[in-house]
């Protein structure tokens, strides 16, 4: 199969669809590669890597998208490469289509065989795809949360972890998936009192043994968020309805009940986001301010530890990325429910019931 893979062009998104490794094992299975130039100096992947891999560099996105037959990225195309698709060409990245009703539209159009890395699901319904960039930012939400409450970043001056005879500063986590327990894991780590609330009480039973009583687990219902959320230095969202649009569970009421100078993360953003106020953002404007309260809300976090993510992305990503290289869309999907998962779009359609939901989009199931 012929495989192009080009530069993410989002805002400061610095990661890469493929590593030079992943490219000299495609190579090594006998597929062609195009990659655009420079489109993994963000991660310090030279074009001279790639090329001692066995991929060709292409100049121009154009000429990658015109000759592949399966297009790898990090990210969802951009409106400026919706023209570029091609008709019936496979695409293999993140999509959050729940999120872009005017992608999931051109993905129809173009009959593209749209394969979304957040919805290839295990039976136990875990996300192998999803979960290393929801550990990158699960850390960095609490890393970015920390940097945003000094005082010289708007911040009311707060110290996560206090001093001796201080108060420390409050952390308070909604959901306790993969992004919670890692923001839970750096906040512990810093010395925070943490706060995790979720609907699973078996996630809770699990998050209050691995931390051993250093965070308070609550049952996520209205009324402890609302009293969590008050006195919460730091407010990072981290729930996931895999694929589908994440549910609004703080309100504007809520962030207003927050002394001036706290700080909302909410991770997601790129499903719509579950705290009301909040709104996409980008790495070069992280951040706005409601009723005093710092917001950042940048749906594509790890894109500035692309380094760190791109090799975890990838090592994650190749398993499928070969099996649809070798036996094309329809084999590969056949032999892997997890895979058969992934489709988004196809032949015109939406393929994933939560996003036709959620869109107000006609369902056909892939088997059709």
Do not use: W
């Amino acid at each position: 199969m012929i495989i192009g893979v080009p530069k993410e062009i989002k805002i400061s998104e610095n990661r890469v669809g493929l590593t030079e490794k992943g490219v000299k094992q495609l190579v090594g299975e006998g597929h062609t590669l195009y990659v655009e130039k420079d489109a993994g100096v963000g991660c310090l992947i030279s074009n001279e890597d790639f090329e001692k891999a066995g991929a060709k560099i292409l100049d121009t996105k154009k000429e990658v998208y015109e000759k592949a037959e399966m297009i790898v990225k990090v990210k969802e195309p951009l409106p400026d490469e919706y023209e570029l698709m091609q008709e019936g060409q496979i695409l293999y990245t993140y999509l959050h289509l729940a999120a872009e009703p005017k992608l999931t539209k051109v993905l129809c159009e173009k009959k593209i065989k749209a394969v979304a890395y957040e919805t290839i699901e295990f039976p136990d319904r875990s996300l192998p795809l999803l979960t290393p960039m929801s550990e990158v930012a699960g850390r960095m939400a609490t890393q970015v949360g920390a940097f945003y409450l000094q005082k010289d970043n708007g911040g009311k001056g707060i110290l996560l972890g206090g001093v001796t005879g201080v108060q420390r500063g409050h952390v308070t986590i909604i959901g306790g998936g993969v992004v919670g327990t890692n923001a839970a894991k750096m906040a512990v780590g810093l010395g925070a009192e943490v706060t995790i609330l979720d609907v699973n009480h078996k996630r809770l039973e699990y998050l209050d043994d691995i931390f051993q009583g250093r965070v308070r687990t609550l049952y996520s219902n209205i009324v402890n968020i609302e009293e969590a959320v008050k006195t919460s230095d730091l407010l990072i969202g981290a729930v996931l309805i895999p694929g589908a649009k994440a549910p609004q569970l703080v309100s504007q009421e809520m962030v207003e009940s927050m002394a001036p100078g706290s700080v909302v993360v909410d991770v997601a953003v790129d499903q719509g986001g579950c705290i009301a106020t909040c709104k996409p953002t980008s790495h070069t404007h992280p951040t706005y301010e409601v009723n005093g309260v710092i917001h950042y809300c940048v749906p594509n976090m790890p894109g500035v530890v692309a380094r760190t993510s791109t090799y975890a992305l990838t090592n994650a990503t190749m398993k499928y990325c070969s099996m649809i290289a070798e036996m094309g869309i329809e084999d590969a999907v056949s032999k892997d429910e997890a895979l058969y998962k992934g489709v988004n779009a196809y032949d015109g359609y939406v393929t994933y019931e939560p996003v036709a939901r959620d869109l107000g989009l006609e369902y056909r199931p892939l088997s059709l």
